[in-house]
């Protein structure tokens, strides 16, 4: 794994009783909110058009996370032009992902999502009708497609949020990032943004529906990193940074939280 993970120690609190009777009331929340809102939302997406909608729009993703029980908070780069198009590439932790980032600048940030996807209700609806890019399983996010899709969103002044580890993490730790998406932002001229969010997977991680409420959770919006110009044989080197400006957030917080769980137990 990059980004020297592997000494990283990644160690979660046990359930217990209570947090399935709390997992149960969040969820029963967060759907309560979810299904009344993104109805009526994709109808105005299909409408009036997502950007006539993005102050709601963050109404929603705010909302959703404090459904979680998190208490969130944004950390951004000062380099972070509010007006710029950028491809933001966060690490993938859970199904929040996309509602975590959302809010943490004032950019429309199109995403990219599996095609399969947008069969779901309500949730597959709202994201069609918004104008996700659509990517089938297997692909390697270079195709004309999705280059398509890319561009149409960057002539309209948006910015794409993508996940190039592909997967969700199986262990809390950054994975390798995939070229694809790197190689359409410097065929389009616009900079890569590292995003690094922590404290997600113990809200809820890949392989189970519990959520766990009380968690701080950071959304780290890094030093924009240029494209332009760069050859085809530069574009793993670009990728590799990327994942290393994430991971090195990302090991950070569980070095951190092994280190104080250690002054505790000395204590």
């Known amino acids: ?17 209570l ?21 009526p939302m994709a109808v105005l997406n299909a409408t009036v058009g997502p950007e006539r909608i993005e102050r709601l729009s963050r109404v929603y993703t705010r909302t959703q996370v404090a459904l979680t029980g998190s208490r969130w908070r944004a950390v951004v780069h000062p380099d972070v032009d509010p007006k710029a198009v950028y491809l933001f ?6 199904h929040f992902d996309h509602v975590t980032l959302y809010a943490a600048t004032p950019h429309f940030k199109q995403g990219v999502e599996l095609e399969s996807h947008f069969d779901y209700p309500f949730y597959g609806w709202f994201m069609k ?18 280059l398509q899709g890319f561009r149409a969103e960057v002539a309209k002044g948006h910015s794409i949020l993508a996940f190039p580890e592909g997967t969700r993490t199986p262990d809390g730790r950054v994975g390798r990032f995939r070229t694809g998406t790197f190689f359409i932002a410097r065929d389009l001229g616009i900079p890569i943004v590292p995003v690094a969010v922590t404290g997600m997977y113990e809200v809820m991680r ?5 959520l766990r409420p009380g968690r701080d959770v950071t959304v780290y919006v890094e030093k924009p990193i240029p494209t332009l110009g760069l050859s085809d044989d530069e574009i793993p080197a670009l990728a590799a940074k990327t994942q290393r400006v994430v991971a090195a957030r990302v090991d950070a917080y569980w070095r951190d ?3 104080r769980r250690g002054s505790h137990g000395r204590g």
């Not at 709390?22 to 979810?34: F, H, I, K, N």
């Not at 590439?89 to 859970?94: D, E, F, G, L």
């Not at 890949?206 to 519990?210: I, T």
């Open 19 to 39: 947090d399935y009777v709390m997992s149960g009331a969040l969820w029963g929340a967060a759907v309560a909110w979810l299904v009344p809102m993104l109805t």
């Open 89 to 94: 590439a966060q690490n993938h932790t859970n």
């Open 129 to 146: 009708a918004r104008g996700t890019i659509p990517v089938r399983p297997g692909s390697r996010g270079q195709t004309p497609e999705i």
């Open 1 to 17: 794994m990059d980004g020297g993970s592997e000494d990283v120690q990644v160690e979660l609190d046990p359930v217990t009783p």
């Open 206 to 210: 890949k392989g189970s529906y519990l």
């Open 257 to 259: 939280k092994a280190d």
